[in-house]
């Protein structure tokens, strides 16, 4: 059964638009039946550019992505979350709809590459687009299928740290 993970950011433009590639990205190149969701509170309605970038120089396609709400998410019809991750400030202090199927929730804080300066924009992306793909394969060497939900949230937790 395919473990869905959500990545909430409040905009859903950059951090969990990396994180949605990054997790999907590595799932299928190590054949784990993972599949990465990313939606915003607040969509932006568009995906940053160096976020496509990022994603485009590490091999992945990013085309088909769109900035979409987290309402898309919870009503009939969508999958079953068992893993919440919110990657930004703002939005892991939202209050956060009732997802269906009581996920395991977590928060990995990343800075707004967005916020850095023109001309570092570019490297600011690649480097969240790393340390994220760093946590991405974390995740994927947890033993997903057969983890409660409290040693999931503690693995979360612990990876968090790291």
Same mark, same amino acid.
């Given at each position: 059964?395919?473990?869905n993970v &959500?990545? *909430?950011c409040t905009h859903n433009s950059a951090r969990s638009v990396l994180s949605e590639g990054m997790l999907n990205h590595w799932a299928a190149k190590l054949g784990k039946d993972v599949r990465a969701? /990313? +939606?915003g509170s607040a969509p932006s309605g568009r995906i940053n550019p160096f976020a496509i970038e990022a994603l485009a120089n590490a091999g992945i396609d990013a085309s088909g992505y769109? /900035?979409?709400s987290w309402d898309e998410f919870v009503g009939e019809g969508a999958p079953e979350m068992r893993v919440v991750i919110t990657v930004c400030d703002s939005a892991a202090a939202e209050a956060c709809p009732y997802w269906p199927g009581s996920p395991v929730k977590v928060h990995w804080g990343y800075p707004d590459p /967005?916020?850095? +300066?023109e001309a570092q924009k570019a490297a600011a992306f $690649?480097?969240?687009r790393?340390?994220?793909?760093y946590r991405m394969?974390? *995740? &994927?060497? *947890?033993? &997903?299928?057969?983890? /409660?939900?409290? $040693?999931l949230q503690q693995a979360l937790v612990d990876i968090s740290r790291s």
């Open positions: 059964m395919t473990t &959500l990545i *909430l969701h /990313s +939606a769109r /900035s979409k /967005s916020n850095a +300066a $690649e480097l969240t790393q340390a994220i793909g394969l974390q *995740l &994927l060497q *947890l033993p &997903l299928g057969t983890m /409660s939900n409290a $040693e």
